[in-house]
């Protein structure tokens, strides 16, 4: 996987602190800039001071879960590109997700096909 161009900005959401540094670590070494949070409600608040060109969030949080999470930012930031990963993808949260063209991943997977996502979602 080839080095971002421009530091584009993703904001990781998982409650599960060792999935989430994981996911950093990659998407940081790809050349993105990465920014953590642990659940929905923490992803909003940072979504307040920061702009993200993209949120990759699991889908099952506390509080709010990561669906609930995709529609907010999809009001609030429409630019904001969006992959949801779960272990446990239901048919009806990804019939809903891919309706509002957000992309899932299921649980396990390469994170170079997070990677290519990532690159074919923000362009760089």
């Not at 996987?1 to 998407?27: C, P, T």
């Not at 993105?32 to 608040?45: C, Q, R």
């Not at 509080?63 to 779960?86: D, F, R, V």
Request: net charge negative; charged share 30%; aromatic share 4%.
């Amino acid at each position: 996987m080839k080095k971002a161009e421009k530091s584009s900005e993703i904001l990781v959401v998982d409650d599960s602190e060792d999935m989430r540094e994981l996911i950093m670590e990659m998407v940081r070494d790809a050349g993105y800039f990465v920014i953590g949070a642990e659940s929905a409600e923490m992803a909003i608040e940072t979504m307040r001071f920061l702009r993200f060109d993209a949120v990759v969030s699991d889908v099952e949080l506390p509080g709010k879960n990561g669906l609930e999470l995709a529609q907010i930012i999809a009001k609030e930031s429409p630019q904001t590109k969006i992959i949801l990963i779960s272990g446990s993808m239901i048919p009806a949260i990804a019939d809903k997700a891919y309706a509002m063209g957000i992309e899932c991943i299921v649980k396990p997977f390469a994170m170079s096909i997070l990677l290519q996502k990532l690159e074919r979602l923000i362009g760089k």
